[in-house]
């Protein structure tokens, strides 16, 4: 038995270990003065006790500027991610909801992340206006949803599309009559064409907007523009000047963009429509075919490199070639390579079994 007390006593004094007496006299652990909750200690964050009217001292002052950071751009895979969360399309459209996107001019890659044109904001502010109800993240996930419904026999096919379709076409009947008709708004502008004489308007095309000349059919001039912070245009020179004489007339010839990249053209078109590829002074590789391979576009805009001699010769490679033979295989040319891992551009031989590069 009295070992039994003991045991006891020894946890009573564990389990309640004796409180310390303060400076003051008072106990830590203890009820506060006025028999409220006990005493909190220095440093938990909590306010000391405040009078009505108490005066507070201004212990220091640290200011700090902080600029709220907005959402960093969808590049491919972190678009592909959000649909997949949203259950928007199926892995087999995620490329052609990228790509379109793209050759439609909505976006534009800048630093490998989508950025929208003024054409792409402007469009989505016009069908987010009007169709709201088909403008939304949820609608196509529900439209995948009836669709599955559909295909398992628990919803027929024509009910789901009379439900859509009905709204729908109300709301197309009214957008028809109200949208803006963005390619026949015309903006006057100050600058006369260089061709005619006759003032040039600012107007919308499928890849944004334009100089035309008001003098359309009879005139097709039109110009690239730039527009300031101010609101001022100006016009943006696409043409090159170039040493080299047009073949068929006998005038300076002039490096012009078009919609498959660069190309050289006759200084006097209209007049003369004389006109061929940009060189990149490398001789095309094939024996005995003596072209120039020159610098090409694919309709989706990818740059890719060509024998100037196509259809007779269809020599072609997407890296750009440099007119410099390779140091150790002699072959007559080398190549500007993006390495994706390193993300910089490399210099090397194009033979892969030869494996020269040049540091970046």
Known sequence: ??????????TEEKNNPPKADTPDGSVKG???????????????????????????????????????????????????????????GRPSTYHTITSTIQDRKYVEKVEARFKP????????????????????????????????????????????VRDFY?????RLEKAQSEMRDLKREEIPTEIACDRCGLPMVIRWGRNGRFLACTGYPGCRNTKEFMEDESGDISVVQKETSTSDLCERCGSPMVIKNGRF????????????????????????????????????????????FACGRYPQCDFALWDRPLPRPCPECKVPYLVERYDRKSKQTRVQCPEKECGYKESP
């Open 1 to 10: 038995m009295k070992k039994n007390k003991e045991q006891q006593e020894n």
């Open 30 to 88: 203890q009820e506060g003065e006025d028999g409220g909750a006990p005493a909190q200690q220095e440093g938990e964050g909590i306010l000391p006790a405040l009078q009505e009217g108490e005066r507070l001292e201004l212990i220091a002052l640290k200011p700090k500027q902080h600029f709220t950071q907005p959402p960093p751009r969808y590049n491919e895979a972190l678009l592909i991610k959000e649909l997949e969360e949203r259950a928007i």
């Open 117 to 160: 044109t003024e054409l792409g904001g402007i469009v989505n502010e016009l069908l987010v206006t009007h169709f709201p109800d088909v403008l939304n993240v949820e609608f196509t996930a529900r439209m995948e949803e009836e669709l599955d419904e559909i295909e398992e026999g628990d919803k027929r096919w024509v009910d789901t």
């Open 166 to 170: 009905e709204p729908f076409h109300k």
């Open 261 to 304: 990249g660069r190309f050289v053209a006759c200084s006097r078109y209209p007049d003369c429509k004389y006109t061929k590829a940009v060189s990149t002074g490398v001789k095309c590789p094939r024996p005995d075919c003596g072209g120039d391979l020159t610098e090409k576009r694919t309709k989706k805009g990818k740059v890719f």
